[in-house]
């Protein structure tokens, strides 16, 4: 990322209001973090985190939270919206944000896709830390079809990415009705081993 997409985010959050409305947290991450009662004292990231409705949601179950944009735009907002003593919000270009080694148990990336900042972040996991990711992926069938083809997942590629991971659960569904178009995604919640 560089300058010239700082302001293309901050512009597409400013014009977009929208995109900074509460929504609710992907299911799948809601219902694997129903089955453990206890989040306090967790530390989780939230990678390009937007209008951070992971970080929210985390946030009110206990983690302590990093939520990280480019977006100086998008982080106002969610300022607004969180208690800062359980949200550390970190304004970075993520192409070079390389979080500390053995950090968190829990890492969110959502509606965004970074491979090599999958590969930079995997180790900021505490061994049996979770890497939640979920993002679109190329398919036929999607409305958008002039997407940049390095933004949008193979089939089966995220199983590919945490190879040496425990998959918790892989899915691949059609997104959430609010969204502008109707694309494939594909998630994977995966557990760091070693």
């Keep these: 990322m560089s300058q010239k997409d700082k302001i293309k985010w901050n512009e597409k959050f400013r014009s977009n209001p929208e995109l900074l ?39 009110n179950l206990g983690f302590k939270v990093d939520a990280v944009d480019i977006s100086k735009v998008a982080l106002d907002s969610l300022k607004e919206k969180i208690d800062l003593d359980l949200v550390s919000l ?59 083809p390095n933004f949008l997942l193979q089939k089966d590629e995220l199983k590919e990415i945490f190879k040496g991971f425990e998959i918790l659960e892989y899915r691949e569904f059609w997104n959430e009705p609010y969204e502008i178009y109707r694309m494939k995604k594909e998630a994977v919640l995966a557990r760091r081993l070693i």
């Design 21 to 59: 409305a509460p929504r609710e947290p992907s299911s799948m991450l809601k219902q694997f973090l129903s089955k453990e009662k206890n989040h306090i004292d967790k530390t989780a990231l939230d990678l390009a985190c937007g209008g951070g409705r992971h970080t929210l949601y985390l946030a």
């Design 90 to 148: 970190i304004e970075s270009d993520l192409d070079q944000f390389s979080p500390e080694a053995n950090r968190y148990d829990l890492i969110v990336m959502s509606n965004f896709l970074d491979r090599e900042l999958i590969k930079r972040s995997c180790g900021a996991l505490k061994i049996d830390g979770v890497f939640f990711v979920e993002t679109y992926m190329d398919d036929p069938n999607n409305e958008k079809q002039n997407s940049n």
